[in-house]
């Protein structure tokens, strides 16, 4: 009973054996299932931007993760270029095969937000939430941020009554029936706008000063679009070519660049490629910009003009914002190559009628997603 062939000895023998095997055969199954998860993660898991950097067109809207595990959005319709970086604080640039935009982050949308209910200038239209505009130091002593309505001041988003009520701009070129029509959609736009910083907490700027023309506007390299050429005549008709750029993709929405957001892409190269020099950014920018040369270059033309992969942010062409200041101004940032470095650095303001047509004027969109 204990040493025979059914003894106990190999009963137990033989129970040992078929035990290793069915151990063995579970761990085989085991490492079966552990890497076919590995590779469907591999397939269908977060995406990152090395692993799309070059690829194709993304058929929705969705979020990924740069090299450093911080989330970028890609909209429908884009891909990331190839020549874009892998990393979201120097530069990841998207392209719908013509037009490239640079993801600008916005840890905290409040820095570019206030959310009051104010009324416009001059019309009975209401927001409730404006820009929190950042003077720079050399500003303080000669502009004021206020509200929407507050002519004294600084503000988006809002019209002007010495030039909004001209129905050669709000209708000839612009398209609206009404100055409150214009500000009714100024208003709408700003709000989703915002909505879209708050919930992927960024937009994204054009990577490019803007070039084509009214009805076929761009964001690429090339000749710059001027305030003085066919529609784009002056303020308004740069204001139209940027809501043009993007057509036929309900994902994302292009607009003028809005002073907040110039603000904030300014605080963004002052906590990235110029941490600790951030008078670069405020109070000389000639190392990166074109100034005082009496010649603007075709944007994207020349590579020391790039920070964070974005071309001509300072210098080269004066560039329309959407802010106002009084009843009859509107703001252009950065300079241009004919203004003296010092005192029209990247950060910087210069004020002018919204009519000018001028050679040395142009503007640069930004893209949100409406999704």
């Not at 036929?248 to 600790?276: H, P, R």
């Not at 001509?312 to 914002?321: I, Q, V």
């Not at 190559?337 to 930004?366: E, F, K, Q």
């Amino acid at each position: 009973m204990t040493i025979g062939q059914n003894g106990i000895f190999i009963k137990a023998q033989n129970a040992t054996k078929k035990y290793e095997e069915a151990t063995l055969n579970e761990q085989n199954t085991i490492n079966q299932i552990v890497d076919y998860i590995d590779e469907k993660f591999e397939e269908y898991g977060p995406k990152t931007v090395s692993s799309v950097k070059g690829g194709e067109k993304f058929n929705e809207t969705e979020t990924i993760q740069d090299d450093n595990g911080k989330k970028v959005t890609i909209p429908k319709g884009f891909s990331v270029s190839e020549d874009s970086n892998t990393v979201v604080d120097e530069g990841i640039v998207i392209t719908d095969g013509t037009n490239e935009f640079v993801w600008v982050p916005v840890d905290d949308p409040s820095t570019m937000f206030v959310e009051e209910t104010v009324k416009l200038n001059g019309v009975d239209t209401t927001t409730t939430i404006y820009s929190k505009l950042r003077l720079r130091e050399d500003e303080i002593d000669d502009y004021t941020v206020g509200k929407p309505g507050n002519r004294n001041s600084i503000r988006e988003p809002d019209v002007l009554s010495s030039y909004d009520t001209n129905s050669n701009y709000y209708k000839s070129i612009l398209g609206f029936d009404s100055t409150k029509e214009m500000a009714d959609s100024m208003v709408e736009e700003y709000k989703k706008m915002s909505e879209s910083v708050k919930k992927y907490n960024g937009f994204y700027i054009g990577r490019y000063e803007l070039t084509g023309t009214v009805d076929k506007p761009t964001e690429k390299a090339g000749n710059v679009l001027v305030a003085s050429a066919g529609e784009a005549k002056n303020w308004y008709g740069l204001y139209k070519a940027c809501q043009n750029v993007i057509q036929n993709n309900s994902d994302v929405k292009s607009t003028m660049i809005y002073g907040c957001q110039w603000d904030e892409t300014m605080a963004w190269l002052k906590n990235t490629i110029f941490k600790g020099q951030e008078d670069k950014v405020d109070k000389d920018s000639s190392s990166w910009g074109n100034y005082n040369s009496n010649h603007e270059e075709p944007t994207g033309s020349v590579a020391k003009y790039k920070v964070n992969e974005i071309y001509d942010l300072a210098g080269n062409y004066r560039e329309w914002t959407q802010e106002a200041g009084s009843d009859g101004y509107r703001f252009n940032r950065g300079g241009n190559s004919l203004s003296a470095d010092a005192n029209y650095p990247a950060s910087a303001r210069i004020i002018n009628y919204p009519d000018v047509t001028n050679n040395h004027y142009t503007s640069r969109a930004t893209l949100y997603i409406t999704k």
